[in-house]
Every structure is written in C-alpha cells, then in structure tokens.
C-alpha cells in the first residue's frame, strides 16, 4: 500500500510538473467559462429560472486553472465585474493569486471578456466602438475587444487582443449560422489590431479568445491576412493524447476547435515549442463546453557586458 501511495504522489508530481510554465517564460491561457453568471439553466435535469452557475461547476473550473497556472489569463462568458471579483477571490483561496483584474462591458450585457494577470499591464484599452456594415444597418462587435500591454525583459513590448466573436445562432434567415456577421465581426477587430500595433511599430502581438469559428474559417482568415499582409498565424494546439479539440457541442455530439492563440510573425518564434496545450483531465467538461489552451512564451534573454 505505502509503495501504491508513493507511485501515485509520484505520479501528481510528474502531471503538475509537466503543467508548469516553461523555466524563463510567461504562460499565458485562454477559458471560455460556459456562463459564469446568472440565467435560465437546467440544474439536475431541473429549469431554474435566473439561477448561478453551479458550485460544481466553478469548482472544476477552478481546477482546470490551477492546473494550468498561467500568469495571464483570458476569460470569455464572464458575467458583470462582482462575477470576475468571485472568481479571483475564490481562486486567491485555492491558492492562485492574480493581483490584476481587467473587465470589458461591451453591448452584450450578460456575457464578457476580461482577463485575470499575475503581471502588470502597462497599458489597457477597452474597444467597445467597434461596428461594421451588416445587412442594411450597422451593428456593434457584441462582445468588444480587449487590449493589454505587457513589458518584456529588455524593455520590449507585446500586446494581447482578447475577443469572443458572435456564436453559430440566429435568428436572420439571410446569414445562416451567422457566418457573415461574425466574419465581419473579426475583420472590423482585425483593422483596429492593425492600428494598434504594426501602425504604431509594434510588431509582438496576439488575439486570443473564442472565435466561434475552425481554423480554415473566413473569420479566422481575417486574422491571419489583409490582402497580401501576412497579420499572424494560429498556434497550434493539443491535449494529452495528441485531440485538438476545444468545443464540445452536447446537443450533435461534434468536437471543434474554435478557441486558441492567433501569434504575429515576429513573435511567433518565442512560443515556446511552437505549439499550445489544452487542459484534459476526467470530469473537465463539467466545469465547461470549452476546454483551456495554454501557450508558454519566452522572455528574451538579457545580453550582458563583461
């Protein structure tokens, strides 16, 4: 029995090891965390009607994050501020402490981004004005975009562009699973991540979130070029056992992959590996739909004179 006990300490110590940011690096993680706020839901098979999410529920995802241990970490499906402000607190008593809190209030009321940091930003901007031409109107990026700052070793700096661009629903026969809008969603983030960073010089950047949408999608294409201007690239990603998977939808029983780290080409080198990881363990599909993905990234290393 005591040989079985020291084999499975051996064991956790192995896993969580392997989950630790990478000597030198900052790990930085995405979570789509499945309505972390207050509505209708069925609990135990039962309707309840302006209901939390469920204690179970925020206890695993709990765990997914303290598993990860990224320093900074983006979030989507996030309710009002006091929602962002338990999750902290709640992960602070587990242990894991982000001294730096950030929340986007954009037109969707319900849901949001924020982003939870152990580092400081230097900088933070709250795009909430985003529109684009839709049908015969104008509409609003549901969800807006947020921007963050960061200071590497060596005084250089990368930005980090949090999105959650429109879900698959609708109710406008004209743009079936909302193709159109989400893809004019990304494109009017896309031109303002191309002001905010190769307009003003700064070529280390990354969107990050749930785009709602695969990897050869003509959302996730925006992202990636303006006409012959190569923007960034999505890092590839997979679990424990090689699945590349993020989404699971219950009601057609289909995987996707839709949430990740779109790098540019100049920072795309310090990811470490070149390659992200998702966070599997039994039971992690309880906590949410989505699954982590986590990318470590190098610091640059200091030159030193004799």
């Not at 039962?46 to 204690?55: Q, T």
Request: glycine share 6%; proline share 5%; net charge neutral.
């Amino acid at each position: 029995m005591r040989f079985v006990l020291s084999r499975c300490c051996f064991l956790l110590v192995v896993v969580f090891c392997s989950l630790s940011a990478h000597p030198g690096s900052i790990r930085l993680a995405t979570y789509n965390l499945n309505n972390y706020l207050v509505m209708d839901r069925h609990v135990a098979a039962v309707w309840r009607p302006s209901y939390p999410k469920p204690e179970a529920d925020k206890a695993i995802v709990r765990q997914v994050i303290k598993q990860a241990l990224p320093d900074i970490l983006a979030v989507q499906e996030i309710g009002t501020l006091p929602f962002l402000e338990e999750l902290r607190a709640d992960l602070a008593q587990a242990g894991v402490h982000y001294p730096y809190a950030i929340h986007l209030a954009a037109v969707d009321q319900l849901r949001h981004v924020a982003v939870l940091s152990k580092l400081a930003p230097t900088a933070v901007v709250k795009h909430n004005d985003l529109d684009f031409k839709y049908q015969n109107g104008r509409k609003r990026v549901k969800r807006g975009m947020l921007e963050l700052s960061f200071e590497r070793s060596g005084g250089s700096v990368f930005k980090l562009f949090v999105v959650h661009l429109k879900s698959r629903w609708t109710d406008v026969k004209a743009d079936p699973e909302s193709q159109q809008r989400r893809s004019r969603e990304a494109e009017a983030c896309r031109n303002r991540i191309i002001e905010r960073s190769y307009d003003l010089g700064v070529t280390d950047f990354m969107v990050v979130g749930d785009f709602n949408d695969h990897p050869a999608s003509a959302t996730l294409r925006r992202f990636y070029r303006k006409g012959d201007f190569n923007i960034g690239a999505l890092v590839p990603a997979s679990d424990s056992r090689g699945e590349q998977w993020t989404y699971f939808y219950n009601k057609q029983v289909v995987y996707s992959l839709v949430d990740g780290f779109i790098v540019s080409g100049p920072l795309m080198p310090d990811v470490v590996a070149g390659d992200g990881h998702i966070v599997d363990f039994p039971g992690v599909l309880q906590g949410s739909d989505h699954r982590l993905v986590y990318i470590d990234l190098t610091e640059p290393v200091l030159e030193t004179t004799d």
